[in-house]
């Protein structure tokens, strides 16, 4: 079973306003990972968030985790249509990271 | 650097066939999985690999066998394709120091009919 869930499954904006994409999870984890997948291609790593810390930033993307919640939130600000794109949230149990479990993911459009 | 390569890009089985999906990496990763994608879903772990010679089963491991005899390779081996098994399947290395953030191959479109 899949341990995050995503919120909204899909997103449609306008070029420059903000997307917020949400990320809930079942069980205790080391980090979470956003990942964005651009249609046929594999899936490029975002951004991590480690369980001690509440809130990261890179370039246009801030992340926050709450962990008494069990949730994370991406926002991809001033947004471009070249962000068009699905975007997973994946949790790992240990700090390698190497065993994610991703959320079903959001697809997110850009409109020019 | 190639990153993570995978081949074929595109593959048709009929049931019963079996075949070996190719996953290859050259960052010196100790670490490698195999996902598959279906429709309207996130990926789910098949296998992974902490090194040469060590395997495990992740969340869907039936039908699918694995093995690591060197750094580079990660093959993922369907014995008997049912249609069941039609996905995306996607390998990923990552270090086991610095970021833990995996890197993807651009994955394998496989159809079982």
């Known amino acids: 079973s899949q341990q995050g869930e995503e919120d909204p499954q899909a997103l449609s904006i306008q070029e420059g306003e903000n997307a917020t994409m949400n990320c809930s999870y079942k069980t205790s984890i080391n980090n979470l990972q956003w990942y964005r997948q651009n249609s046929g291609r594999g899936l490029v790593h975002l951004i991590l968030?480690?369980?001690?810390?509440r809130e990261k930033h890179s370039g246009r993307l801030r992340v926050t985790l709450d962990t008494s919640k069990k949730s994370s939130s991406l926002l991809i600000t001033a947004s471009r249509a070249a962000d068009t794109a699905s975007y997973f949230c994946?949790?790992?149990?240990?700090?390698?990271?190497?065993?994610?479990?991703f959320g079903a993911g959001t697809i997110l459009r850009v409109k020019s | 650097n190639a990153g993570v390569t995978q081949t074929p890009k595109f593959q048709v089985l009929k049931t019963g066939q079996s075949m070996t999906l190719q996953c290859a990496q050259d960052?010196?990763?100790?670490?490698m999985s195999w996902y598959r994608q279906d429709p309207g879903m996130g990926l789910r772990l098949i296998h992974y690999?902490?090194?040469?010679?060590?395997?495990d089963q992740g969340e869907v491991p039936n039908g699918y066998n694995v093995s690591r005899s060197t750094t580079e390779d990660f093959p993922l081996r369907l014995l008997s394709a049912a249609p069941s098994q039609t996905s995306v399947y996607f390998c990923a290395s990552s270090s086991r120091t610095g970021t833990y953030e995996q890197y993807f191959g651009p994955g394998t479109r496989l159809t079982v009919t």
């Open positions: 968030i480690r369980s001690n810390e």
């Open positions: 960052m010196n990763h100790e670490y």
């Open positions: 690999s902490v090194g040469a010679g060590i395997t």
């Open positions: 994946a949790t790992a149990a240990t700090q390698y990271g190497n065993k994610l479990v």
